[in-house]
């Protein structure tokens, strides 16, 4: 398989639904766990693509475009964007939308930096 449909298989998809106790005073959903999300849904993508134990070295900007309110459903979308030799980049959108219409939006985007390690933790080749 070459790089190209390995990244199209391991295209991630996760639905949540926001409830009240993963959101602010604001009625919105917490900053903190939209990012652990959007890690957590990195890390499947990355870990689909390569087949090897990855961990996380850094989070790229991360812009917050939109609110993302109590009571919808956000599609959290992982897709590796850069392959390196021992690290990749996932690209990972939060798309927000309302339960009881049709209406969806891009709420949040960022990228995740993973390395490829072994049993001692030494990064490896990831192809």
Not at 5 to 28: C, G, L, M, Q
Not at 45 to 62: C, W
């Amino acid at each position: 398989m070459n790089v190209e449909e390995r990244i199209e298989k391991s295209h991630t998809t996760i639905f949540k639904a926001v409830f009240p106790n993963t959101t602010n005073h604001y009625d919105t959903l917490f900053g903190g766990a939209a990012m652990q999300l959007m890690d957590e849904t990195a890390f499947i993508t990355a870990t689909r693509f390569s087949r090897q134990q990855m961990v996380t070295v850094s989070s790229d900007k991360i812009d917050f475009q939109k609110p993302i309110p109590a009571g919808t459903i956000i599609e959290l979308s992982g897709r590796v964007s850069k392959v390196g030799s021992t690290s990749l980049k996932v690209k990972v959108d939060i798309f927000i939308e309302e339960m009881y219409s049709e209406y969806r939006e891009k709420a949040v985007s960022g990228e995740f930096t993973f390395v490829a390690i072994d049993g001692d933790k030494k990064p490896v080749k990831i192809l």
